[in-house]
């Protein structure tokens, strides 16, 4: 196993360590200690046409695995497609916090005719703490802050404010504003061009610092199809920033302008622990 894979694998038993490390701290006299009660796995995928890579003015299919697990009665307030997997371990109804991870898939840059000459991005991931609040009924406002394992070693952070109402008590109709930003090693891994790449690529040379990555807005429709599943078209459009807009990949031979549109379907499993 490679010091990449050695990594990731160290950092997911991290996250299952982290979890049960909680459980033991407040555990009572059940068999599952934290965990006992009733539960909600929810799982599904979404699929989607966005940008070939990072600052691509090309589009491409793919798909994205949906995964959320939460006691029952909170989970289901709201969810959008921007969330990334995760485990809350508070949760008051109006705020709830917990760990998040994202899996990275990985960039072949041969297989892109404007990216030939640059190097690749492994497969990797990122892990972190999320927290969301509803100042309203109506307005969920979501934070993640993640950290990269094997593909990059930056700090990423997003942030999403969305607004929502029940058009039909199946269907309902959601969006708001998006800002992400990084440190630098994330902008040197997917906008970078070292000064050899510029020469086999025939990019000018780009060495990026941190800072904020894009800002945009996405919307949903999204249909309670049943009391279990859940189906969704959604669109985002993101507008690259700063150490994004700035790279050589995106003056020359991509666009700032980033959209997405994809459907999406979960399924919830409902479970109880005692």
């Known amino acids: 196993m490679n010091t990449g894979r050695r990594a990731l694998t160290a950092a997911l038993l991290l996250f299952g ?92 840059s041969s297989d892109y005719r404007a990216l030939r000459g640059l190097h690749d991005v492994d497969f990797g991931g990122e892990l972190g703490l999320f927290a969301e609040y509803y100042p309203f009924d109506w ?63 025939g990019l000018s040379p780009y060495s990026p610092g941190g800072g904020l990555k894009s800002v945009g807005f996405g919307g949903a429709f999204t249909w309670k199809t049943t009391d279990k599943v859940t189906t969704s078209l959604f669109g985002e459009y993101q507008y690259l920033l700063g150490p994004a807009a700035d790279s050589s990949i995106v003056e020359e031979r991509g666009s700032r302008d980033q959209f997405l549109i994809g459907v999406s379907a979960t399924y919830r499993f409902d479970f109880s622990l005692h």
């Open 17 to 108: 360590a982290t979890a049960s490390a909680h459980a033991a701290d407040t555990a009572d006299n059940s068999r599952f200690g934290w965990f006992d009660g009733d539960w909600s796995l929810t799982v599904g995928v979404s699929t989607y046409a966005e940008p070939e890579f990072e600052g691509a003015s090309s589009y491409h299919f793919g798909a994205m695995p949906l995964v959320s697990f939460a006691r029952q009665g909170t989970a289901t307030r709201f969810s959008s497609r921007n969330d990334n997997i995760s485990i809350g371990f508070v949760d008051t109804g109006d705020f709830r916090a917990g760990l998040t991870g994202k899996l990275i898939f990985p960039r072949d």
């Open 139 to 201: 307005m969920r406002v979501r934070g993640e802050v993640r950290r990269g394992i094997v593909t990059h070693d930056a700090i990423v952070g997003d942030l999403a404010v969305d607004a929502f109402t029940n058009l039909t008590p199946a269907l309902q109709l959601s969006g708001g504003p998006r800002l992400s930003a990084a440190t630098a090693d994330y902008f040197r891994t997917y906008y970078g061009v070292s000064p050899a790449e510029s020469l086999a690529s």
